[in-house]
């Protein structure tokens, strides 16, 4: 069975998303960042903090060949994963992988009180919308997307990947 991989910018709501697909698929979720936290011994902020973003990138992309090894998950990934081409090629090759996009508006309003992102630290609607734009081709670039603005709950989106990934698997 392949893996269902969410994709896409913070605040587009990958991990609510694959909670839902989990519980209605009874699929496990595996999601990177709290591995890695887990792994670690510490936060995403004192992994940047202390080590670099580098460094963030490089256990990033180890836990991505571990995981596109597996089968039968659902994989809830950091925003930052689209950075290396390698990572998304990797989940492709069993896995579908869909991206939720969502404007900087709606993301904002989903982060607002967050504290636990380093890359929006400091003026956050700032930098939404620069990282934001930066990284838009490489969001767009994937087959799968779901656009989640102003979609006030994440139960539709959720059923849309799931017969998606029912539609390709039989
Ligand atoms: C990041 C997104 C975060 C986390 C880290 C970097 C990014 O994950 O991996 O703070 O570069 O977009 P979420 O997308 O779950 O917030």
């Avoid at 269902?4 to 990958?14: A, E, Q």
């Avoid at 930066?134 to 603005?149: F, Q, V, W």
């Amino acid at each position: 069975m392949r893996n269902i991989i969410l994709v896409g910018f913070m605040g587009t709501g990958k991990t609510t998303v694959g909670k839902l697909i989990a519980e209605k698929t009874g699929m496990p979720l595996i999601d990177m960042d709290s591995l890695i936290v887990e792994r670690a011994g510490k936060s995403i902020n004192d992994i940047f903090a202390q080590e670099g973003e580098a460094y963030f990138r490089q256990l990033e992309r180890e836990l991505v060949q571990e995981l596109a090894a597996t089968s039968g998950n659902i994989i809830s990934t950091g925003g930052g994963i689209v950075l290396n081409p390698d990572n998304i090629a990797d989940f492709e090759k069993n896995g579908l992988v869909v991206c939720l996009l969502a404007d900087a508006e709606s993301v904002l309003d989903r982060v607002r009180h967050d504290t636990a992102r380093p890359l929006l630290a400091g003026d956050k609607e700032k930098n939404i919308i620069h990282l934001l734009e930066t990284r838009r081709p490489l969001y767009e670039s994937i087959t799968h997307k779901i656009n989640t603005s102003g979609r006030p709950s994440p139960i539709p989106t959720a059923q849309e990947i799931i017969d998606l990934y029912e539609s390709i698997n039989s």
